[in-house]
Structures are given as structure tokens and as C-alpha cells.
């Protein structure tokens, strides 16, 4: 009978040793190997009390940036939402107000701004099509979820916390960025 492939092993027929008969050879074998690893680096950790720090490359969850003054610094120019190959942005743009002069940087602002996670595949384009570094990718991800519309983010979650009002936070959601500035 032909082959069907030339890595088949023919197997053995051959009568059981006495040893192979009491296995304890096979068991002793069996428990060196598990003894020998309690010496070994642990391959795993105690996920979540221990993190494994991220590549300097990561590109994980996005953040829409403020500046020093804790105004916002997207003013809706759509320019992420074109560079996206998910096509995972959506916006809506508004006029800023007299006396919002504190809340956004220029005289548009995003007054929604949503990314479908399920859409974005982390490709970081939108951050690099940004002309007013109003968004980047942090050091975190999104948290599992039971349902699709949990995974569609607004401005409350995108939005960095206020750097004055919340200094601890900002500083938090900075991550790598802090070191760098
Ligand atoms: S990271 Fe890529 S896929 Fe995700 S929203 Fe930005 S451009 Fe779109
Ligand atoms: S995040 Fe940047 S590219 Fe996107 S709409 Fe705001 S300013 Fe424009």
C-alpha cells in the first residue's frame, strides 16, 4: 500500500518490557522532568498583580489629547477618520462658543467623537495623520466586554483626564509620553 506521507512511523509491536510492565521507570522519568523545572525561570506570571511591561513599540487603546491648560486639542478635521483602514472613526464636528474658550483649543471641536474597537485593528494611523497631536495610542487596551456597543468608545472614554483637575491621572494616561516630554 502506498504512503501517504513519508514522516509515518511504522509502530512497535513488540512485547512490554518487565520495566515497561511496572512503569515506575516511566513515573521516575516523568517526575525528574517535573522536578528539574521547579529550578527553571517561571515562563508565566501572576497576571493581574504582575504586568508584563509592554514593547516600546505597543500601540494599544486611543487617547484624545489636551494640552497644558486641560483644553481639548482635536478640532474635528476629520483627518484621522480618513487615514483609518477600518474605517472605525466617526465624528461630528461644532462650532466653539464665546467663553468655551477654556474647554477646546481652536474654534471646532469635536463635539462627538466615537471609535468602533471591534473595527480598529491598532494600526496607529490615526495618530500619525493628526496634525494637532490630539490623539495617540497609549499602553493599555480595551477591557473584555459582554456586548458590541460596549466596544464602541465615546469622548468619555477617549478623553484624557484634565491635567489640572486631575494631574495623578493625566500623568497616568500620559504613560511613556511623561517620560519622554
Ligand atoms: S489605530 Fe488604525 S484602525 Fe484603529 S482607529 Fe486608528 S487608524 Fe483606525
Ligand atoms: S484627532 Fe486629530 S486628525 Fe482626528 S479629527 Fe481631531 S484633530 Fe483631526
Known amino acids: 500500500m502506498q504512503a501517504l506521507t513519508t514522516r509515518a512511523k511504522q ?39 504582575q504586568k508584563r511591561p509592554f514593547s516600546p513599540v505597543f500601540r494599544g487603546l486611543h487617547v484624545l489629547n489636551r494640552d497644558a491648560e486641560g483644553r481639548e486639542n482635536c478640532t474635528a478635521c476629520g483627518l484621522c477618520a480618513v487615514a483609518c483602514p477600518a474605517e472605525a472613526i466617526t465624528m461630528e464636528a461644532a462650532e466653539r462658543q464665546p467663553g468655551e474658550e477654556h474647554l477646546y483649543r481652536e474654534e471646532k471641536y469635536a463635539a462627538k467623537y466615537e471609535i468602533n474597537m471591534l473595527r480598529c485593528i491598532f494600526c496607529g494611523l490615526c495618530e500619525e495623520a493628526c496634525p494637532k497631536d490630539a490623539i495617540y495610542l497609549s499602553e493599555t487596551f480595551a ?36 517620560k519622554k516630554n
Open 11 to 49: 509502530v512497535d509491536r513488540k512485547p512490554m518490557t518487565l520495566a515497561e510492565k511496572i512503569y515506575l521507570p516511566a513515573i521516575f522519568k516523568g517526575m525528574a522532568i517535573t522536578f528539574s523545572h521547579i529550578f527553571k525561570k517561571k515562563a508565566t506570571i501572576s497576571y493581574p498583580e
Open 143 to 178: 477591557p473584555s466586554n459582554y456586548n458590541r456597543a460596549s466596544f464602541i468608545y465615546g469622548k468619555e472614554e477617549l478623553v484624557i483626564p484634565h491635567p489640572k483637575e486631575n494631574p495623578d491621572a493625566y500623568k497616568k494616561a500620559l504613560g511613556n509620553r511623561a
